[in-house]
């Protein structure tokens, strides 16, 4: 700019020329600024999120074209928008065009990269803000310079204005978006966004300030001015519609990439979270765990791991039913959650397990502070619509470095201590060398079940069940047996609520399942009468959404009828099944599988629920056998679960029948079919086939 533009006393200079403006590219004009604003924000949060300097160089180049060429595409859109009487279609000169464009970048990269600090401090924020300012004003008053307009002048003080405006608006878009940004209230896109309509107004408002600062004179300067090479508004008009065209490009880009980002988010927000309770998982606390770990072995201090899990909760669970046990867990996370520190972890492994990371301790005994903290959180009841339930846990504690130096070490310890503390009923117990081998064997037998799966460690044995009168069998019971390479025979009794207790219950079922199928088929395949094969299934197996299709598909794959298939589902996971598990017991009697109730007798099952429930069969528990033959009160029992049970229609079997006396005893009461190890144990395929292929023969009760 020339400094004469200020002088409005030269004798070349004529009247003032009226000067008009076509309103809608005027809002074109603000609308451009705004959109580079935005779009240099959004560039501008890449570059504080990069990791690297190199990629944070990228992102602040491209922030410093998008709002550089924004503020130019702004000036020169507003000019066209601008015309002076008697100067209708004004040109403008290539060589200032294109240098004005230089300070609109220059200015906003270096703005741009002033804000980038992680901590941004006032001078930071001002000198940002100036240099804003300094980009826009340099950009428009060079732009103005490109204009063929001799008697061009500027009213000083509202020059003066034009820049205090920039700035003071440079000011407030990046205090908006640097400084507020963390406000809760506020969403940060809704933050950037309203920041970059302040850059933008920022851009316009200095223009149209610096618009009112031009005075536009006739000339009477003798002969044409030399300009240099001209562009005319057709070409300007192109010029500009690529810049906006530049600027969509990089907005759209980084909307992509922000696109890509959330769905990376979100994808590794599902992978580390539990779905019920929104804490993290298994995975995401052994990385946590593990990044502690290092954290403690630089700082020399210890870290705790604290194992817990709720006493009881199997049993609300299976009695008051999965939406009460959903929100005895809801609420137990919750309150973990709002006691420990915000540098600890609280993560659910799985059914009523969490454990709880405790860092940067200096000696062992200040977990104490946090256990006292989580037991406190404990004391008051969860309250129901009108009722109450006390959550009781027992925690097991195991420190680093002292009990172990290693991750999955100090989770099984802590696991141990825990059980440690739920026998011996403590509210918690630290992991000691001394604990029994009793307590360390079942957390490893724990772990080791995943991998007993996939070993093929895991095997079936069947038990017959049998007609009272005639000895005949009348179908087979399936039981899960696991031959464990160090520790041997693992009963199902040890390992089905392990099963349970992490989880692998429901693959564990569908194992079992399809053995059972396909070893149905080829003894069916050989001839043999099987009569029916029963499966045990577990309550987290049935109220599965996809057990029904799972059970379908066995069948189809495998070829087993299902006419031959009968399951067994123990009477107290029964008592309290919701009625979407109730309806998939209708599907499941709708295909043809029967279904029995197992260990009856033992729950609290009411006639009327009895009476609605798909069910075949009842199989009275084998506790009353024991007495079937002494105690009056047991053999009630038996009368009256036979009498009621054959009035609804059920099959009545007695389980646990080992002598010959209660074998005549339960006969004596009504029982006309058994199973027991007066008859047989579980026999292993083979021997269930050959006794099989000697067909109809009635068995010699078993003297094992
Ligand atoms: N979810 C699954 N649970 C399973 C599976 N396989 C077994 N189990 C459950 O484990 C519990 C213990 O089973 P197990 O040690 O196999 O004992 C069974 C029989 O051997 C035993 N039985 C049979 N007759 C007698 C007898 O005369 N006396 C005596 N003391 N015990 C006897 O009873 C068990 C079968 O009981 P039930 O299931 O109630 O019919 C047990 O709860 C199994 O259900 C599996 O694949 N999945």
Redesign the pocket.
């Known amino acids: 700019m020339h400094i004469w533009r200020f002088d409005t006393s030269s004798p070349t200079l004529g009247p003032l020329l009226e000067g008009s403006h076509d309103p809608l590219l005027v809002t074109l004009s603000i609308a451009i600024a705004c959109f580079a604003g935005v779009t240099a924000l959004m560039l501008a949060d890449r570059m504080v999120a990069s990791d690297s300097a190199r990629n944070r160089a990228w992102w602040n180049i491209g922030g410093a074209v998008a709002m550089g060429c924004g503020i130019w595409a702004m000036h020169f859109t507003a000019m066209l928008a601008f015309s002076v009487e008697g100067h209708e279609h004004m040109e403008y000169s290539l060589g200032p065009t294109l240098v004005s464009m230089v300070p609109g970048i220059v200015g906003s990269g270096a703005a741009l990269y002033c804000m980038s600090r992680p901590k941004l401090t006032t001078s930071q924020l001002l000198l940002g803000a100036l240099l804003l300012a300094v980009g826009i004003g340099s950009m428009h008053y060079i732009g103005m310079e490109a204009m063929h307009m001799e008697g061009l002048r500027y009213d000083f003080p509202i020059f003066v204005l034009s820049i205090v405006v920039a700035f003071l608006l440079a000011l407030a878009a990046l205090y908006l978006h640097f400084r507020v940004r963390k406000l809760p209230a506020v969403s940060e896109k809704t933050l950037t966004l309203l920041a970059g309509v302040f850059m933008g107004l920022a851009v316009a408002g200095m223009h149209y300030t610096a618009r009112e600062a031009s005075l536009f004179y006739a000339t009477t300067a003798a002969g044409p001015v030399e300009h240099g090479m001209p562009i005319a508004n057709g070409t300007m008009t192109a010029i500009i519609v690529c810049f906006a065209a530049l600027i969509l490009g990089l907005s759209i880009l980084v909307a992509w990439m922000d696109r890509q980002k959330a769905v990376q988010r979100m994808l590794e927000q599902v992978a580390n979270t539990d779905a019920l309770t929104g804490l993290p998982n298994r995975p995401h606390f052994l990385q946590r765990l593990s990044v502690a770990l290092r954290h403690s072995r630089r700082s020399h201090t210890r870290l705790a791991v604290l194992f817990m899990d709720l006493n009881d909760f199997k049993i609300v669970n299976d009695s008051l039913g999965h939406a009460t046990g959903d929100r005895l867990l809801q609420e137990f996370a919750g309150r973990l959650r709002s006691c420990i520190r915000a540098q600890d972890t609280v993560a659910r492994f799985g059914g009523d397990e969490f454990v709880v990371l405790v860092r940067d301790l200096n000696m062992s005994e200040d977990v104490l502070k946090a256990v006292e903290r989580l037991l406190k959180a404990m004391e008051a009841p969860v309250e129901f619509e009108d009722w109450k339930l006390h959550l009781r846990a027992s925690i097991g504690i195991s420190i680093f470095p002292d009990d172990s130096e290693q991750a999955d070490e100090l989770i099984q310890q802590a696991d141990a201590a825990m059980y440690r503390a739920k026998t011996e009923q403590l509210d918690y117990c630290f992991f000691d060398k001394d604990l029994t081998d009793h307590s360390l064997l079942r957390v490893r037998l724990g772990n080791d079940l995943r991998d007993a799966l996939k070993q093929n460690q895991l095997f079936?044995?069947y038990?017959p069940l049998v007609d009272l009168h005639t000895g005949e069998w009348i179908g087979l019971?399936?039981?899960?047996?696991w031959q464990h390479p160090l520790e041997g025979n693992i009963?199902?009794?040890v390992f089905?609520p392990l099963?349970?207790r992490t989880g692998l219950?429901v693959q564990?079922?569908e194992w079992?399942l399809r053995q059972v199928c396909t070893q149905g088929r080829l003894w069916l395949e050989a001839g043999l009468d099987v009569g029916f094969i029963?499966?045990?299934?577990?309550a987290p197996?049935l109220s599965r959404t996809g057990f029904v299709a799972q059970l379908r598909q066995i069948l189809k794959e495998t070829g087993f009828p299902a006419r031959y298939l009968e399951l067994?589902i123990?009477e107290s996971s029964l008592m309290n099944t919701d009625q979407e598990s109730i309806d998939r017991l209708h599907e499941i009697r709708d295909m043809g599988v029967s279904l029995a109730i197992?260990?009856f007798g033992t729950g609290y099952s009411s006639l009327s629920y009895l009476k609605n429930l798909p069910i075949d069969k009842l199989?009275i528990?084998?506790s009353f056998?024991e007495g079937a033959l002494t105690d009056h009160r047991d053999q009630a029992v038996i009368r009256a679960i036979f009498d009621m049970g054959t009035s609804l229609g059920f099959d009545v079997v007695t389980?646990?029948?080992?002598t010959e006396e209660q074998e005549q005893a339960v006969l004596s009461l009504g029982c006309r079919m058994g199973?027991?190890?007066?008859f047989a144990?579980?026999l292993d395929v083979e021997t269930v086939a050959s006794a099989l292929g000697k067909a109809a023969r009635p068995t010699e009760p078993s003297t094992q």
């Not at 019971?477 to 047996?481: C, D, G, H, P, Y």
């Open positions: 079936l044995q038990q019971e399936a039981l899960a047996r009963p199902p009794g089905a099963a349970e219950v564990l079922g079992v029963a499966v045990n299934i577990a197996q067994e123990t197992d260990d199989k528990d084998q056998v389980e646990g029948i080992e199973q027991g190890f007066f144990r579980p």
